[in-house]
C-alpha cells in the first residue's frame, strides 16, 4: 500500500466518492440510502477544500481517505474490504 498527500483532487474524485459510499453504507448505519445520496452530492467539494488529504492506495486505487484541517482530522473513510485489517496504523 502507498499514502500520499494529494494536492490535485479532480482526477480521483469519482473513485474516492466510491470508497466514500461504500465506507458510509458499512459503517453509517444511521443513515438512510436517501440521506446517503443526498449527502454525497456535496461531498466531492469536501474533499476539494480540506487543506489536507490523504490517500491509501492499493495498486494504484484509492482504498482509503483522510482529511485534515489544522489538528483535526475532520473525514476518515476505509473500504469495507480493508477495515478491520490495520490500514489506519500505516
Keep these: 500500500m502507498e499514502i500520499k498527500e494529494v494536492k490535485q483532487r479532480k482526477e480521483i474524485i ?3 466518492l466510491e470508497v466514500w459510499q461504500k465506507s458510509v453504507r458499512s459503517t453509517h448505519h444511521f443513515l438512510n440510502e436517501k440521506e446517503i445520496v443526498m449527502i454525497s452530492q456535496y461531498v466531492p467539494s469536501a474533499f476539494e477544500n480540506i ?11 484509492p482504498i ?10 475532520e473525514m476518515l473513510f476505509i473500504d469495507p474490504i480493508c ?3 490495520g490500514i489506519e496504523k500505516n
Aim: aromatic share 12%; no cysteine.
Design 14 to 16: 469519482e473513485p474516492l
Design 51 to 61: 487543506p489536507h488529504f490523504i490517500v491509501g492506495y492499493d495498486e494504484q486505487k
Design 64 to 73: 482509503a481517505f483522510m482529511g485534515i484541517d489544522g489538528e483535526r482530522i
Design 83 to 85: 477495515q478491520g485489517q
